[in-house]
């Protein structure tokens, strides 16, 4: 359903990613039709069990306004989140937008750790072995898959 307000004042190209394990980052557009004064402010649920929380670090345009958040200490529950980022105006109502997101499709992995290659001259060649990512949400390491690019130099 659209919201009330002022058509084409609510955010757009709104997205988050999460990387470097715990730490969120999402981002947007001032609406392309939104009063120059409009604000912007992001509310985000992890789950049903969790209260609304507003973003703590904005991150600000050359305009002061409000175009994305980063988050700190997140962790990927099995829920989807729920994201609202509302506008404000002292000319007029501004339409708020808000999705769901699978946390854990948004996420950036870091390397696998400890990569080891163990090479000999026999038949047997290279023995490469690795552990699994660090993540703040797979507890089963069997779900990753893993490519090699081994280059001959």
């Not at 047997?124 to 990512?133: E, K, L, N, S, V």
């Amino acid at each position: 359903p659209v919201s009330a307000g002022m058509k084409g004042s609510a955010i757009e190209n709104f997205s988050c990613v999460i990387y470097n394990i715990f730490l969120m980052n999402c981002t947007w557009q001032a609406g392309r039709d939104a009063p120059a004064d409009t604000q912007y402010f992001l509310y985000w649920q992890n789950s049903r069990d969790e209260e609304e929380m507003e973003c703590q670090l904005y991150i600000k345009d050359e305009n002061c306004r409000n175009v994305g958040c980063i988050f700190q200490n997140v962790s990927i529950g099995m829920e989807k989140a729920y994201f609202l980022v509302n506008g404000s105006s002292k000319d007029s109502l501004i339409q708020f937008y808000d999705e769901y997101i699978d946390l854990y499709k948004i996420e950036i992995l870091t390397a696998p750790l400890n990569v080891t290659a163990h090479c000999t001259r026999d038949p047997m060649g290279c023995i490469i072995t690795w552990h699994p990512p660090l993540t703040s949400h797979v507890e089963n390491t069997k779900c990753f898959q893993y490519e090699l690019n081994i280059q001959n130099k």
